[in-house]
T-cell receptor, first 115, second 107 residues
Framework: GAVVSQHPSWVICKSGTSVKIECRSLDFQATTMFWYRQFPKQSLMLMATSNEGSKATYEQGVEKDKFLINHASLTLSTLTVTSAHPEDSSFYIC???????????FGSGTRLTVV | GQNIDQPTEMTATEGAIVQINCTYQ??????LFWYQQHAGEAPTFLSY????GLEEKGRFSSFLSRSKGYSYLLLKELQMKDSASYLC????????FGAGTTVTVRA
């Protein structure tokens, strides 16, 4: 099946700095990727839909200037958390639609801790 | 918008059967997914239903009734490694997740 690689797996950063998370489709092309955030003991909340070659679509309440998404190629989408604050500490997960079937494949997730 | 409800927690004994219910109200429906998620890890795909009825996959089965907005995931012959969170997700224009059901399997 399709494989999505996400890096880094975990990152600790200082308040006010920016962090970039990469999501790659390894054996298929993904014109659309999805970014989710998950707080402890809560479900995955869709933050934005990343579209190759065009602007991302953000869910209501998600600040587009804070969570910058770039989908410059058919295999790579990046999420940059700008001016990170402790409340941004969370588990961020990307996913892509598996072109072989109906499923969605998830990256391994990134645990972000802002101190 | 989407409204997806599932129980918060369930506990069962090793070797037993557990049924996790999921009810949903969505604007548009293009399939229902069940995912398993262990703590600190990404979700892994378990099953997909788009038509009414039961889909069986080894120890796991999933049922869907579109008219009732209802699905369940059935876990048979529970093993300790089945202790995890189980997420019900509904696809309309995008994939939306329920809050997850934490299943604890006891010896």
């Amino acid at each position: 099946g399709a494989v999505v690689s996400q890096h880094p797996s975990w990152v600790i950063c200082k308040s006010g700095t920016s962090v970039k998370i990469e999501c790659r489709s390894l054996d298929f092309q993904a014109t659309t990727m999805f970014w989710y955030r998950q707080f402890p003991k809560q479900s995955l909340m869709l933050m934005a839909t990343s579209n190759e070659g065009s602007k991302a679509t953000y869910e209501q309440g998600v600040e587009k200037d804070k969570f910058l998404i770039n989908h410059a190629s058919l295999t790579l989408s990046t999420l940059t958390v700008t001016s990170a604050h402790p409340e941004d500490s969370s588990f961020y997960i990307c996913s892509a639609r598996d072109p072989q079937d109906y499923g969605y494949t998830f990256g391994s997730g990134t645990r972000l801790t802002v101190v | 918008g989407q409204n997806i409800d599932q129980p918060t927690e369930m506990t069962a004994t090793e070797g037993a059967i557990v049924q996790i219910n999921c009810t949903y109200q969505t604007s548009g429906f293009n399939g229902l997914f069940w995912y398993q998620q262990h703590a600190g890890e990404a979700p892994t795909f378990l099953s997909y239903n788009v038509l009414d009825g039961l889909e069986e996959k080894g120890r796991f089965s999933s049922f869907l009734s579109r008219s009732k907005g209802y699905s369940y995931l059935l876990l048979k012959e529970l093993q300790m490694k089945d202790s995890a969170s189980y997420l019900c997700a509904v696809r309309s224009s995008e994939l939306s997740f329920g809050a997850g059901t934490t299943v604890t399997v006891r010896a």
